[in-house]
Structures are given as C-alpha cells and as structure tokens.
C-alpha cells in the first residue's frame, strides 16, 4: 500500500511539473515587480505574458475580504488561462491586507498599482489606453472603485508614479459590494441582516473612520465619463446581496454609462461550475469588445 501511495504521489507530481513547464513555454512572467512600499514592506504585481500578446491588459484585483493571497505566478496563469490564451497580458495585483490595513489603504494601494502599469507599459508589451480591472467581492468593489474614481495624476508630485493617471478602460467586477454601513444616502449595506460587531469581526478591513465610508462607496462616484462596466452577480448571493449590483446598474442608466448586468439564477458569493464558465466567458468577451475594437 506504502508503495501505492509513493507511486500515485509521483505521478501527481510529474502531471504537476508537466503542466507548470507547458504553461510556462507560453506564458512569460515578471515576478514580484515592486510599485510602492508602505511600513518599510514592498507592494507587488506580477505581469503575465502570453506568446501571441494582443496589447491590452487585465488587471486583476487579488483580494477577498481585502485580503490579498500571495500564489506564484504559473498558478495564476493556470487561474487565467482562457484570458491569457486570449492574448491579454495580465497583471495580479496584491495591496495591502486585513486586519493591519483597511478598505480605503487597499484602494489607494491598487490605484498607485494602476498608475506604475501604465508607467510601464512598454516595458510590458501593452498599451497604456488598454488596460482593464477585474476582480470579485471586494476585489470587484475595488475594480469599481479604480473605473468610477479614476483621475489624470497630479503633474506636481514629487512621485512619477503619482503622475500618472489611474483611469483604466473596461471594468467587470463579480458580486461587488458598492455601498458601505446604513446611511440615508446609500441604498444598501454590505451584508444584510448582520450587525455591525460581526460584520467587523468577520471583514475587519471594514473598520475604518465612518467619515471616510463615502470615499470608498462606489456607487457615490458614478457619472458620464465612466468606462464600460460589465457587473455579473448571483441571485442567492448571502454575502453580498444582488441589490447591490442592481443599484449601482441604475445609478450607470441614469448616466449613460455603457454597462451591463447579468444575473446568476441561484448564484452565490463566488461562483463554480457552469456558473463560473458562464460569468468566465462573459468576462472575456467584455474584454475582448472594450480593449480590443
């Protein structure tokens, strides 16, 4: 049985080693490109690139719960495989993590991200002006938040990155949240039917000054100039309830914001299955008509 086991281990690592080394014949990487620093700690992203680059990006938001989980860059190119064989380029971003750092330190860190990609776009094969974000839960709130509140650098900074603008050209964000806490502006809150104490204990990046909820809520920050957002959201969704989406759709037709919503039926927070090959697909094609027409 020992034997067995031994045998069926080296076969699983061999398949492994095999998949990593094909991946790895198409898929070029930087590993570990530093953007910024904060608490004497690197920032990074990773930039994927696949043989046939079509010249556009996908950024990636690397977070759940504002958690950003570290993997190697040949797994998150098995991770994004349907994109990177689409040609695009792409770019997981990992910011600043809970429970030390909060919502509005996690934006400001994917939006200092966004502006050193495109400083650098040349040196990553890509064009500046098609670069797109996505992203799921949080990492969808933060992909709204980088479209919705994009702004064109500050040419004073002392900063070359902070120089650069962080607009970025399509967005899809899966289940995102778009408002924070009660208030009488913001139609919804995070989780429904949660008190606060557990909603904190369970999300403590949620945990900031209440004064700075508005700069964080992306459905505050909708107008005209917003690029084209794509929002895919389940219908059973515990967590994040489907309003959210729903509300934020509404806030984009009142502006003309090209956008669109697609409704999981029994979808919940995260998707599997055919819920995810379908949202997967969806996800590309935005992409493909946005970054590539």
């Not at 079509?54 to 990636?60: K, L, T």
Request: glycine residues 8%; aromatic residues 8%; proline residues 6%.
């Amino acid at each position: 049985m020992l034997k067995m086991c031994k045998g069926v281990m080296r076969i699983i690592l061999l398949l492994n080693f095999m998949l990593a080394a094909a991946v790895s014949a198409e898929v070029t990487f930087k590993s570990d490109v530093v953007y910024g620093h904060k608490d004497g700690m690197a920032l990074v992203y990773d930039v994927l690139m696949p043989g046939t680059a079509n010249g556009a990006a996908i950024v990636f938001m690397m977070s759940g719960g504002w958690y950003s989980s570290w993997a190697p860059p040949e797994a998150r190119a098995r991770q994004f495989k349907d994109m990177l064989d689409a040609g695009f380029t792409l770019i997981p971003v990992y910011h600043g993590s809970a429970p030390r750092y909060h919502v509005p330190d996690a934006y400001s860190d994917v939006s200092r991200a966004v502006r050193h990609i495109k400083l650098n776009a040349s040196n990553y094969g890509i064009d500046a002006n098609r670069v797109g974000v996505t992203g799921g839960s949080a990492g969808g709130h933060l992909s709204l938040m980088l479209g919705l509140d994009s702004d064109q650098g500050n040419t004073d900074d002392s900063d070359e990155v902070m120089r650069v603008d962080n607009s970025v050209a399509a967005v899809v964000a899966y289940f995102p949240p778009v408002a924070f806490r009660e208030q009488e502006s913001l139609p919804v809150g995070i989780v429904n039917n949660v008190e606060e104490e557990e909603l904190l204990s369970r999300f403590p990046a949620l945990d900031y000054d209440p004064e700075l909820v508005p700069t964080v809520s992306p459905i505050l920050f909708v107008d005209a100039g917003d690029p084209p957002t794509l929002l895919i959201h389940g219908d059973q969704d515990p967590l994040v309830d489907v309003t959210h989406s729903f509300a934020i759709k509404a806030e984009f037709d009142k502006e003309s914001v090209e956008s669109e919503l697609i409704v999981i039926p029994g979808g919940k927070h995260g998707f599997g299955g055919e819920d995810a090959l379908r949202a997967n697909k969806a996800r590309l094609e935005w992409f493909e008509k946005f970054l590539l027409d």
